[in-house]
């Protein structure tokens, strides 16, 4: 299997003043295409920092990060940007939806902006697919949190993605919830080949991948 990820020395650190606040420590990590991992740790242990440097939305202090063979550490933000638009699917703790568009409009977005043919066609198939074919015309503010999360997924994979990134997607939602956006995103990896790196609190979730990532003080142990 072709490796998908790969962290060589990666230090995050950030300056206040004259003091230097270490995130994220020589981290070293490697993973493969078609792989779950879950990444568990206390609060403040850089978990979400990690995920934000492999999506491109941070920049390391040092250290080099290769995404399908590419060193996206020292590219452009352009560049980097047009990685993650393409290959890279990212899932918040909150939706972060587009309050005035409704479901189906805020997963076509993403579909219009790469330019991809049909792309309501193909946003109704998507939420379709999540159960939620009742619900395509509602604003966000007339779904409930399970709904808004499927609706978040939906546009985060819109692009078929070879790498979803998911920081606690189910940190907003309750137990019935949690375990359907798990076995959505862990059903939906598997069937299109995806990998899957999720940030969880959730024990029970972080032990449906079959890789558990702990970090502590900013390192991997």
């Known amino acids: 299997m072709n490796t998908l990820l790969k962290l ?12 230097a606040i270490k995130v ?12 779950t991992i879950s990444i568990v740790g206390e609060s403040g242990s850089g978990k979400t920092s990690l995920i934000m440097l492999i999506a491109g939305l941070e ?4 250290g080099n990060i290769f995404f399908e063979g590419e060193d996206i550490s ?3 933000e352009d560049a980097v940007s047009d990685i993650r638009r393409r290959k890279i699917g990212i899932i918040f703790q909150s939706f972060y939806l587009i309050p005035n568009y409704t479901a189906l409009e805020n997963v076509a977005l993403t579909l219009e902006l790469n330019r991809l043919p049909q792309p309501i066609t193909q946003a109704k ?19 409930s949190g399970g709904e808004q999360q499927r609706v978040a997924i939906a546009r985060a994979i819109a692009m078929k993605p070879s790498l979803i990134l998911a920081d606690e997607p189910t940190g907003n939602l309750d137990s019935e919830n949690s375990k359907m956006i798990a076995n959505i995103l862990f059903q939906y990896a598997k069937e299109e080949g995806s990998s899957l790196m999720m940030v969880t609190h959730d024990k029970q979730l972080a032990k ?5 990532i702990q970090i502590q003080d900013g390192k991997i142990i």
Do not use: C, W
Request: hydrophobic residues 30%; positive net charge.
């Open 59 to 62: 920049k390391a202090s040092s």
């Open 8 to 19: 060589k020395k990666v230090n995050l650190k950030y300056q206040t003043g004259n003091k």
């Open 74 to 76: 020292t590219m452009s």
């Open 24 to 35: 994220l420590r020589d981290i070293d990590l490697e993973t493969k295409a078609q792989e």
């Open 125 to 143: 198939h998507l939420l379709e697919r999540f159960g939620l074919k009742h619900r395509l015309y509602n604003l966000p503010s007339q779904l």
């Open 208 to 212: 449906q991948a079959k890789r558990s």
